[in-house]
């Protein structure tokens, strides 16, 4: 799965990006067994995973203040 862009993001109701941020958490804990295992394959997922989820808290944060 590649980054999350900010055009796609601004179009997602609330509850789409927090169905996203569970599905994303779910990779990260996953990511991490696989590290601890050293069954990684691209250890720079975890990032990726890591600041997708910070941009769509950020997202989520926004159109919070909106309303």
Same mark, same amino acid.
């Given at each position: 799965?590649?980054?999350?862009?900010?055009? *796609?993001?601004?179009?997602?109701?609330? *509850?789409?990006?927090? *169905?996203?941020?569970?599905?994303?958490?779910?990779? /990260?804990?996953?990511?991490?067994? /696989?590290?601890?295992?050293? /069954?990684?394959?691209?250890?720079?997922?975890?990032?990726?995973?890591?600041?997708?989820?910070?941009?769509?808290?950020?997202?989520?944060?926004?159109? /919070?203040?909106?309303?």
């Amino acid at each position: 799965m590649a980054k999350y862009k900010s055009k *796609d993001l601004l179009t997602k109701t609330k *509850d789409e990006l927090k *169905d996203r941020i569970q599905f994303l958490r779910k990779e /990260q804990f996953n990511l991490r067994f /696989q590290k601890i295992n050293s /069954q990684i394959q691209n250890t720079a997922r975890i990032r990726i995973v890591r600041r997708s989820i910070a941009k769509i808290l950020t997202f989520v944060k926004q159109k /919070q203040k909106e309303r």
